[in-house]
């Protein structure tokens, strides 16, 4: 067992009596290739959330900040998280993204960019539709749906994969993506909030 499965499975037994999962869509998640989960962003617990639930090893971007940190540095890279310099255009962690994703990997993104502090979900940013178009893999729309209450349920939907290839076909810009994927984590949120 390496390390990220270890972490995986200890979150997990430290999150799950606390916040009641209940999980859906699991089973349309791609067994294989490369997939862009695009979440929706409510809570600092949103990244291991997403990964502890989903079916595969997930990949995020962290503040590079973590990588300097004496002990962190060592660890964070164990845990599939990779480096992002915040306030700028970041090509190397736009390149690794790209190639993780190109290699067949999954990689999670909170297209926000940012927590939202009402529970709405605000407009994404191009990056999403950067990386869903250059990264040639499926994107599975993701919405978390709170609140983090303790022994209160809390729901993450993954929803069914979209295809990219018509998108790319036509050179589509990443702002129509973008705002295409954003469509789809609104259709998982309004249709998962009520049920």
Same mark, same amino acid.
């Given at each position: 067992?390496?390390?990220?499965?270890?972490?995986?499975?200890?979150?997990?037994?430290?999150?799950?009596?606390?916040?009641?999962?209940?999980?859906?869509?699991?089973?349309?998640? !791609?067994?294989?290739? %490369?997939?862009?989960?695009?979440?929706?962003?409510?809570? /600092?617990?949103?990244? +291991?959330?997403?990964? &502890?639930?989903?079916?595969?090893?997930?990949?995020?971007?962290?503040?590079?900040?973590?990588?300097?940190?004496?002990?962190?540095?060592?660890?964070?890279?164990?845990?599939?998280?990779?480096?992002?310099?915040?306030?700028?255009?970041?090509?190397?962690?736009?390149?690794?993204?790209?190639?993780?994703?190109?290699?067949?990997?999954?990689?999670?993104?909170?297209?926000?960019?940012?927590?939202?502090?009402?529970?709405?979900?605000? !407009?994404?940013?191009? %990056?999403?539709?950067?990386?869903?178009?250059?990264?040639? /893999?499926?994107?599975? +729309?993701?919405?978390? &749906?709170?609140?983090?209450?303790?022994?209160?349920?809390?729901?993450?939907?993954?929803?069914?994969?979209?295809?990219?290839?018509?998108?790319?076909?036509?050179?589509?810009?990443?702002?129509?993506?973008?705002?295409?994927?954003?469509?789809?984590?609104?259709?998982?949120?309004?249709?998962?909030?009520?049920?």
């Amino acid at each position: 067992m390496n390390l990220y499965q270890f972490a995986k499975g200890a979150v997990f037994t430290a999150l799950s009596p606390i916040y009641r999962f209940n999980v859906i869509g699991r089973d349309d998640f !791609p067994k294989s290739g %490369g997939v862009l989960v695009c979440s929706n962003h409510i809570h /600092a617990l949103d990244p +291991p959330v997403i990964g &502890i639930l989903a079916p595969r090893p997930v990949h995020f971007m962290a503040k590079q900040e973590l990588f300097e940190a004496p002990i962190l540095k060592h660890l964070i890279p164990k845990l599939n998280a990779f480096p992002v310099k915040r306030g700028m255009s970041d090509r190397e962690a736009m390149r690794k993204a790209i190639n993780l994703l190109k290699d067949g990997n999954v990689v999670g993104l909170f297209p926000e960019g940012t927590r939202s502090t009402d529970g709405q979900l605000k !407009p994404g940013l191009a %990056g999403a539709g950067f990386f869903a178009l250059r990264g040639e /893999a499926y994107v599975v +729309p993701a919405a978390i &749906i709170g609140p983090y209450k303790p022994f209160k349920r809390l729901k993450v939907v993954y929803g069914k994969p979209l295809d990219m290839t018509p998108y790319r076909e036509r050179k589509a810009s990443a702002d129509e993506v973008t705002m295409a994927i954003m469509q789809e984590i609104q259709k998982l949120l309004d249709e998962h909030r009520s049920s």
